[in-house]
């Protein structure tokens, strides 16, 4: 007879940025991760279509005047969604409440990929958790 112990995560992960720690959801099905992400990548593909037609400087970056400022907004706030998506009740509010550089907000979105996409494969590391 052939056995497999799955572990099913209780704890919430936790995402510490300088004095404050974010609680996320110990477990999330599949579905709810790829909805999140499906709405949160549309948003980026919106806001590449739209500055797609900005200039580009010599470093390759579009020039911030040339951005749409009301695009930038959005995805930053679709961004703010897909974390608010996967955290605990007790961190929503204070989520809510940080002001976070992109690079920050950034760095979360790919923290809960990790999580909750499948990360490295390996459900007993620190990184993702069982989908389904």
């Known amino acids: 007879m052939t056995e497999r112990v799955f ?9 510490v940025i300088g004095d ?3 609680l996320l ?14 709405k949160m990548r549309a948003a980026q593909d919106l806001f ?5 037609g900005a200039k580009a400087s010599g470093t390759k970056h ?9 695009a930038l907004g959005k995805l930053t706030q679709t ?3 897909f974390i608010s998506r996967f ?5 929503a509010p204070v989520f809510a409440s940080l002001k976070l550089p992109d690079r920050v907000l950034l760095e979360l979105i790919e923290f809960a990929a990790e999580l909750y996409g499948g990360g490295s494969g390996n459900q007993g590391a620190d990184g993702g958790t069982s989908t389904g």
């Open 62 to 70: 579009a020039k911030a005047a040339d951005l749409d400022p009301e």
């Open 87 to 91: 955290l605990m009740p007790e961190s």
């Open 20 to 22: 404050t720690t974010l």
């Open 25 to 38: 959801v110990p477990e999330a099905s599949s579905g709810d991760f790829l909805d999140a992400y499906n």
């Open 48 to 52: 590449n279509k739209k500055s797609a």
């Open 7 to 15: 572990t099913v995560r209780t704890e919430p992960h936790r995402a």
């Open 79 to 81: 961004m703010r969604e």
